[in-house]
């Protein structure tokens, strides 16, 4: 028996296997506030993020080593993320500093003080998380023209999509069926030809759109200015 990518019978692709030693997104910079630690997962790492005493962004295990409670939901004290469980305080490189129930005088667990850490990087309005324990040594993709006044800028939101990476990559990459998928949404009217620029590197696709006509869709209509230009480019990026 033959089997279609719509048969009930069909085998679903592997699960592509997590590239941890790059660089994501975890959140707008706005979004993590002094005061409130934040959960996350990224490659399936749980993490907490929190601002400490300088109101630097930080990156631990979302697990306190003492009796594995969430560390997110504990609170920040004086730039020290609290346990809900012990009240165990962590600061930036995962040091527990305080444990109230350890009497007076007696030594700090050292086997139990420590989380993992996880590099940050603030940039370009975002907050930048390595899920690997070691960092990248260079820093976070610089988005184009992100403080030229000339450029707008539209963020959506998060969404969340229930598919694999490569799943993600290909829908995002393919422009050719837009026209088909989303109807009205997004390009209407007569196709016409054009020509594109595909630029590789180890961590990266770019393909870039020459002389496209500007889009009619509805969605375009409503989030462009009508006296601009669009250039329209799309990246793939893994760094």
Known sequence: M?????????????????????????????????????????????????????????????????????????????????????????????????????AEGSPMPADLAKVPVYGVIEKDGFIWICPASKAPSGEPFSIPHFADPAFGRLYLGEIEIRASLLACVDNFLDVCHTRFIHGNLARVGPMKKISVIIRKSPNAVEIEYLDEPKPSGLLFRLFTPRDRKIRHTDRFLAR
């Open 2 to 102: 033959n089997e279609t990518p719509t048969s009930p019978n069909a085998r679903s692709p592997s699960p592509a296997p997590w590239i941890r030693e790059h660089w994501y997104i975890a959140c707008e910079a706005k979004r993590l506030k002094r005061n409130r630690p934040l959960s996350i997962v990224i490659c399936e790492v749980p993490l907490v993020l929190f601002r400490d005493e300088s109101n630097r962004a930080v990156a631990l295990e979302d697990r306190c080593p003492h009796r594995n409670a969430p560390l997110s939901r504990g609170k920040i004290c004086d730039g020290l993320i609290e346990c809900c469980y012990h009240g165990w305080r962590f600061d930036a490189r995962g040091s527990c500093r305080y444990v109230p129930a350890l």
